[in-house]
């Protein structure tokens, strides 16, 4: 073995890790929010989250962003901790899988089929494949599934460039000798650990050892200890991760790390004590790239068998270890490690934006209940929102704006749009909210009344306002299209009560019935009432956009008003909130 085959080594272990990095980007991508949702619902139970935890890291194929998907998520306040401590768990048995595609490379066979179910046989084909979807296809779900393709195809390309570096190794005295050194079982912990630390994948790690195992040279009592400092190495990303998240979070790193050193420690004293006691006849036998596999696979099982019914000592240790917050923890909000899965940190976009709109709805609401009933704790409850508010404006938007450059896809792209409308319109919202009171406050300190009549005006006002606003923030968080077809007839309505609400306040003024004063806390009032239902009709245009694919909202406000359904709607909403006759 010379120089030129460290470097093929080098090389193999580059095309590797750029083939399951691509391969599992696009998988994750295309899954999308999915994944987050699937946590979210299925992680109340032990079982569900192991087999969950297992199931997500074969669709995605790293370990590794599973864990960080964790920490990104409990950091954002969306997960506890104890949910995650079963999907760790699963997490490990899940990324098994690819030892197992890997162990196809030892098959050796004169049968032209079972020479195909080589992937260094197969994998040019499907190479083949991806390319014609990636450059023959404009649906961005197709190009997706060719990444993934090419992804793997290039894996398996270093795997083979891996395996043919070290070949020349079998016929090295030398290295045999060197090999004698991994028989101390703490050795080969602390060379699986501190290598796979470095990669940050213990899948190429796995591999590494397979196309080793492939010389003839390597025994299981040499490759066991190191597949068990594999666990451990791969807990490296998941630390990194750590850094400047919130206590909880940190936790669910002390939570991976200790799982797999108390499992390895346990599988240490068990498997050489049993040694000991029973001398295994396998232990100087040539290990193949298919014992490997299993032996990992038999591992990260019997670990987690062991460790999942002492789930609670694991989240108590991890809280012993990093102590708890002080009462004034900091305002859980998204995440940036999500963004390493632009999926998700969608989805969870999408949550945050629909707790904004929340909000905002929840102030415009006593804001109007202020102007029949002062309330100072009122008050202080409004102007608590509206800083949140600004908050939640500042860092949504820039968030999304950090997504969409993340290489997102089409029906992310319009999410994103339509989350970044919303967030202007719900601060706004908040903005009149905060006017409205205003009005209220002077309506209160001065002791000024509207008449009987001017009153009865806005009752009825406020009742369209107010459905206006439910029909409106109810179709975003459901992301209802059709709902939001039922804002556009309220919008009109509203302005048309206002503007008789207007002309009957001159009336009032002309005959002495108003004072100028109480005409101009009204006109405030109105023109507030006004730009609500205008921020309304734009959230439900979003929605509706979100839906045909960005529709210019011009386009869509005279296509809805040229049909006959809004005039239908529009008779029917004037019906419902007609103005009093005056007296």
Not at 136 to 143: A, E, H, I, L
Not at 221 to 250: D, E, F, H, W, Y
């Amino acid at each position: 073995m010379d120089i030129f085959s460290l470097f093929t080594l080098c090389g193999g272990l580059a095309f590797f890790l750029y083939g399951m990095t691509t391969m599992s980007k696009s998988l994750e991508k295309m899954a999308g929010g999915k994944l987050e949702r699937l946590l979210k619902r299925m992680t109340s139970n032990p079982f569900k989250s192991l087999l969950l935890g297992a199931g997500i890291t074969i669709a995605i194929q790293s370990s590794s962003a599973m864990t960080v998907m964790l920490v990104g998520l409990v950091n954002s306040g969306v997960m506890e901790l104890g949910q995650t401590i079963g999907v760790i768990m699963g997490s490990n048995i899940g990324t098994t899988l690819t030892a197992w595609i890997l162990a196809l490379t030892g098959i050796e066979s004169e049968n032209v089929f079972v020479n195909l179910l080589k992937p260094e046989n197969f994998s040019p084909l499907l190479a083949l494949a991806g390319i014609i979807l990636i450059m023959g296809s404009k649906k961005q779900r197709r190009r997706d599934i060719g990444r993934i393709l090419v992804g793997f195809a290039i894996l398996m390309y270093g795997m083979e460039l891996m395996k043919q570096s070290v070949s020349p190794l079998a016929d090295m005295p030398e290295f045999s000798s060197m090999l004698t050194a991994f028989n101390n079982p703490l050795l080969g912990v602390v060379v699986g650990a501190v290598f796979t630390g470095i990669i940050q994948s213990s899948a190429a790690s796995v591999g590494i050892l397979q196309a080793l195992a492939l010389t003839g040279s390597i025994t299981y009592g040499m490759a066991i200890p190191v597949i068990m400092g594999q666990n451990i190495g791969t807990c490296v990303t998941a630390l990194l991760s750590s850094i400047g998240v919130s206590r909880n979070a940190k936790r669910v790193a002390v939570i991976h790390i200790s799982f797999n050193i108390i499992g390895t420690v346990v599988c240490l004293i068990l498997f050489y004590g049993g040694n000991l006691l029973f001398h295994f006849a396998f232990m100087d036998a040539a290990v193949g790239a298919v014992g490997i596999a299993f032996c990992h696979t038999v591992f990260n099982v019997f670990t987690t068998m062991i460790l999942l019914p002492f789930s609670r000592q694991l989240e108590k240790l991890a809280r012993r270890v990093v102590r708890s917050e002080s009462a004034g923890e900091r305002f859980a909000f998204l995440d940036p490690l999500l963004l390493r899965t632009p999926g998700v940190a969608i989805n969870e976009s999408v949550a945050m934006t629909n707790r904004m709109g929340k909000l905002a709805h929840e102030n415009l609401l006593l804001s109007l209940e202020q102007l029949t009933a002062w309330s100072e704790e009122r008050e202080s409850q409004i102007l608590q929102n509206e800083d949140k508010l600004d908050i939640y404006e500042d860092h949504i938007s820039n968030y999304l704006v950090e997504v969409s450059q993340h290489g997102v896809s089409m029906d992310d792209i319009r999410t994103v749009s339509r989350l970044l409308h919303a967030v202007g319109d719900f601060e706004r919202i908040g903005d009149h909210a905060l006017n409205i009171q205003d009005s209220a406050r002077e309506l209160y300190e001065k002791d000024l009344a509207f008449s009987g009549d001017a009153e009865e005006e806005l009752r009825v006002l406020t009742g369209a306002l107010t459905d206006i606003l439910d029909t409106a923030f109810h179709c975003f968080q459901e992301d209802d299209p059709a709902q939001a077809g039922e804002v556009e007839p309220l919008e009109e309505t509203i302005d048309r009560l206002i503007e008789a609400i207007r002309s009957r306040h001159i009336q009032r003024l002309q005959s002495g019935r108003c004072t100028i004063q109480l005409g101009f806390v009204l006109n405030d009032l109105l023109t507030n009432f006004e730009r609500v239902s205008d921020h309304c009709s734009n959230i439900a245009v979003a929605v509706i956009q979100e839906r045909d694919g960005g529709l210019d909202s011009h386009t869509y406000l005279h296509t809805v008003k040229a049909g006959s359904s809004f005039d239908e709607d529009l008779r029917r909403d004037l019906r419902k909130y007609r103005l009093p006759e005056e007296s």
